[in-house]
C-alpha cells in the first residue's frame, strides 16, 4: 500500500507530493483534469519572500509575467493612495504554468500523477479515512487505498464532509471573475492598480494587474450580485478603471469562488489531512491562497511523515498538523479578520476620506520598505514603530469604531 494519495493537482496538492516523495514516501496524485493548472482562475500575483522562503523562487523562464514594486490604490470616486516600495515585492505569475512547475518538481522527486481521474469519493472504514474511489473515463471506478489520504481538492471541499470535517462557511465565501484583458492604457508597469469600495465590489475588491505588453489580469469578487455586472461595471463606470480600459477588449473571462473565513478549526481526521483553499487556508483579506496552500503542505508532509515513521495515522497523531498551522498562520489570520471586518464596515464614502488622510499623514513613506505581505500581522507589528502608521491606525479605527455601536 502507498504512503499518500492526493487529490488535486493544484498548488497544495503538488506541493505536498514535492515534499513527501523528496522524503522517499511514495504519493500519487489524482488530478481531475488532463493537465496540470488549466482551467486557471487565479490572478496569480505572489509575494517573491515568501516563494523563495519556500524555495520556489527564482522561477524558471516563461513563469513571471511581471514583478511590481508599487501599488496605486482608488477610491470609487476616484481619489488615489500609491504606495511605491524600494524593491520589487511581489511577481505575476502564469498560474497554469507555476502549478506545472510545481508538479514536475514533484514527479522529479517520484510523485506519480494520475492526470483525468476525478476522485468520486472517500472509503471510510470505523471512522477512518482507508483510499479513495476513481472515476476513469471509461466510467470504471477503482479503489485506492493508501495510509494517509490528502485533500487538496480546492474550494469545493465536497469530499471533506465525507471525513466528517466540516465544509467551508457559505458566508464566506466571496464570488469573483477574472478576465484576461487587452489594451489597457495609462498604467504604471510595475503596479498593481487596486479599485475598492462597495460600489464596485462589495464585501472585497477590485484588481488589474499588468504585464508589459498592454494586456492585464482584471478581475472582482463580490459579497452579492454577479460578478461579471460588477466587473462591466467597473470598466464602464469607475472614474479609473474605465479610462484605463476604455479600449481593452476582453479576451477570456473565469468564474471562481475565493474563501475569507480563515482557516478551518480541524483540518485533519483519522488518515486524513485537508490542505489549501478546501481547507480555507487563505489570507482574509486579499483572497491570496497559493502562498499559505504551500506553507500548510509544508508542515503536512513533516507531520504526514512522522506519523508514517511511528505507524500511527490516527487523529491524534495528525492533529499535530493543525497546531502547527495555526502556530504559523494564528496570529496573522487573526488580524487579517479584524481588518477585513474593518474593511467591510466602511462606506465608501469614509474609504474616499480615509485615502486622503493616510497619504497626507505620510502613510505611503511609512510602507516603503515593507517586503512581507502574506503574513500582514507581522507587517502590521513591524509598522508600529513608525509614527505615520501610528497615526494612521488611530485615525482609521477613529472611523471604524462607531460602525461597532458598542
Ligand atoms: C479570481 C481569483 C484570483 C485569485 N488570485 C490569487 C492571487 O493573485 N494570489 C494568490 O495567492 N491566490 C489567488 N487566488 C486564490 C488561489 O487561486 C487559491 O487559493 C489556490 O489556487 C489554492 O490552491 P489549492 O491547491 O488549494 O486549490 P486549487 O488551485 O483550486 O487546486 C485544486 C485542484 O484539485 C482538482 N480537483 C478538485 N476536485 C477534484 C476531484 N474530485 N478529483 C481530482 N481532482 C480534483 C482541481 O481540478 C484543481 O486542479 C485567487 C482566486 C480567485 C478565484
Redesign the pocket.
Known sequence: MQDAVV?????????FAFELAKRGLSVTV????PQ??LPS??????SIRSLRSLGLFPLPAGIVENTFSAANFYSPKGTKFSVHLNQPVTC?VN?ARF?QFVAEKAQKSGAKFELG????SLIVENNVVKGLT?AHSDSVVERVFAKVVVD?????S??LRQAGLQALNPEALVY???AEVENVKYVEEHAVEVYVGKDYAPGFYS?L?PRLDGTAKV?L?TRRGNPKEFLERLLRQHPVASKQLRNAKIKSI?????TLGGPIQRAYANGFLA?????S???PT????????LTC?KTATEVAAEALAKGDVSANVLRAYQKRIMNQLGFDVDVMLSARKAIDSFSDEKIDRAMRFTSKFGFDKALRDVDEIDFQGRTLLGMLRKPAAYATLAYLLGLYLPSLRL
Open positions: 487529490i488535486g493537482g493544484g498548488p497544495a496538492g503538488s506541493f489524482f488530478e481531475e483534469h496540470v493548472g482562475h487565479c490572478a496569480g500575483h505572489l505575476a498560474r502549478d481521474k476525478r476522485v468520486q476513481v487538496c481538492e480546492g474550494i469545493s465536497r469530499l469573483a471573475a477574472e484588481w494587474i478581475g469578487a473565469a468564474f471562481h469562488a475565493i490542505i489549501g483553499d478546501c481547507a487556508q487563505v489570507k486579499t483572497g491570496g491562497g497559493v502562498v499559505f496552500s503542505a
